[in-house]
């Protein structure tokens, strides 16, 4: 009777041992792909900035903001980019010039499911000579 328990306890921690390697490595895995799913989207965000810039120094005036628009191809496939601006105009001597805040926010998934990534950036741009 007592090599009996003895092996069904041995049974069970083999078991237990088994369950938590199991576990560790699920969430190794997933700790993996939400670190390449996080860095896409700070690429994301940063064409998304990219764009803005070139926007507003283009045209030295903000663009329809928010701007929204979905990357197509490479990495950042499928990332949604929402893009912001703000001026303000400022006279320093005989020089008038634009500041322009941008910010731009990449997102994939929806809010509270297991793979939802969102990074955002923020800029300051002017037309200053």
Do not use: K
Request: net charge neutral; hydrophobic share 40%.
């Amino acid at each position: 009777m007592s090599v009996g328990r003895q092996a069904r306890t041995g049974l069970l921690v083999v078991a237990a041992l088994g369950t938590f390697m199991v576990t560790i490595g699920t969430t190794q895995q997933q700790t993996s792909l939400l670190s390449i799913l996080s860095s896409r989207a700070l690429y994301a965000a940063d064409s998304g900035m990219e764009w803005a810039i070139a926007m507003v120094l283009n045209a030295d005036a903000c663009f329809g903001s928010p701007a929204t628009f979905t990357l197509t191809g490479g990495a950042t496939d499928g990332y949604a980019v929402t893009c912001t601006c703000s001026a303000g105009t400022y006279t320093e001597g005989p020089q008038t010039y634009n500041v322009f805040t941008l910010a731009a926010t990449a997102t994939q998934g929806n809010i509270g499911s297991p793979d939802y990534v969102q990074r955002s950036v923020r800029a300051s741009v002017t037309t200053a000579p």
